[in-house]
């Protein structure tokens, strides 16, 4: 039976692990009539809270789920690094990576859809606040329009074919997308620390020969519990730059030859 890994980045999410954790336990059944065995990896990265203390003792009640601590904060950009890494060394041919908020805004009940999707040979599905019939809960105003205006920004010009939504954390990817990706750019797959990660990551799976499809979703913002990380107009003006800079790079093609 092939595996799902699922990998929850967590700072500082002690209420917000615990929901999310046995909401991916109720989908272990469901998986399983799918052909797929569940694996969920929380990586925590150096809580200040109770949250690392919170999901070890998941880790000893819940057969499926395991822990890994960084050392130092290594940022959104350092759990994808650290989950990516995991997955390679652990899975094999045919398994899948999930990779969502470990704040509880994503929901797992899309897994089997998203993998069925995978099941028709898309490499990387994305659970999509922009296709016909995704809805969005709790976000902000202001943090909506933002998100609005880097989409447009991103297609404009990154141009992936069937994405529209560049930032979403929460995707499928198979075990062939990643490792052929990581062959060609090595340790410079990821390089930001910030929410921008999920973007690059993307734009370089796409360079990669890396094909795509949309899945829509309901984004339960309401659900979360405590106060967003994400400096907004920080992030908001290094993906901008960042954009730039992958599109105009030379240092790879789409095919990944140089």
């Known amino acids: 039976?092939?595996?799902?890994?699922?990998?929850?980045?967590?700072?500082?999410?002690?209420?917000?692990?615990?929901?999310?954790?046995?909401?991916?336990?109720?989908?272990?059944?469901?998986?399983?009539?799918?052909?797929?065995?569940?694996?969920?990896?929380?990586?925590?990265?150096?809580?200040?809270?109770?949250?690392?203390?919170?999901?070890?003792e998941l880790e000893q009640n819940l057969n499926r789920f395991y822990v890994i601590a960084h050392?130092?904060?290594?940022?959104?950009?350092?759990?994808?690094?650290?989950?990516?890494?995991?997955?390679?060394?652990?899975?094999?041919?045919?398994?899948?990576?999930?990779?969502m908020d470990g704040d509880n805004t994503h929901r797992p009940v899309y897994?089997?859809?998203?993998?069925?999707?995978?099941?028709?040979?898309?490499?990387?599905?994305?659970?999509?606040?922009?296709?016909k019939g995704s809805l969005v809960v709790g976000v902000p105003r202001l943090r909506q329009l933002l998100s609005s205006a880097a989409r447009l920004y991103y297609r404009l010009f990154l141009h992936i074919p069937n994405v529209r939504d560049y930032t979403c954390g929460f995707r499928v990817y198979s075990y062939d997308c990643l490792a052929k990706a990581k062959n060609i750019y090595a340790d410079k797959l990821i390089t930001?620390?910030?929410?921008?990660?999920?973007?690059?990551?993307?734009?370089?799976?796409?360079?990669?020969?890396?094909?795509?499809?949309e899945l829509p979703f309901t984004l339960r913002y309401d659900n979360k519990r405590g106060t967003s990380k994400m400096k907004i107009f920080r992030t908001a003006g290094n993906s901008v730059l960042l954009a730039l800079k992958l599109r105009f790079n030379t240092e790879a093609t789409k095919n990944g030859y140089g």
């Open 71 to 99: 050392d130092v904060n290594k940022g959104l950009g350092g759990a994808l690094n650290t989950a990516v890494s995991s997955f390679l060394s652990e899975a094999e041919p045919g398994d899948y990576m999930a990779f």
């Open 192 to 213: 930001q620390r910030s929410f921008s990660c999920m973007m690059e990551l993307l734009y370089k799976l796409y360079r990669s020969g890396c094909d795509f499809t």
């Open 111 to 131: 897994a089997c859809d998203m993998l069925n999707r995978c099941a028709s040979g898309t490499e990387c599905v994305i659970a999509s606040r922009y296709q």
């Open 1 to 56: 039976m092939n595996r799902l890994f699922a990998y929850l980045p967590c700072f500082n999410e002690e209420n917000n692990i615990i929901d999310l954790a046995f909401a991916w336990e109720a989908q272990a059944e469901a998986l399983e009539r799918n052909g797929f065995s569940l694996v969920v990896i929380a990586i925590d990265d150096k809580s200040e809270d109770s949250t690392l203390s919170i999901i070890r």
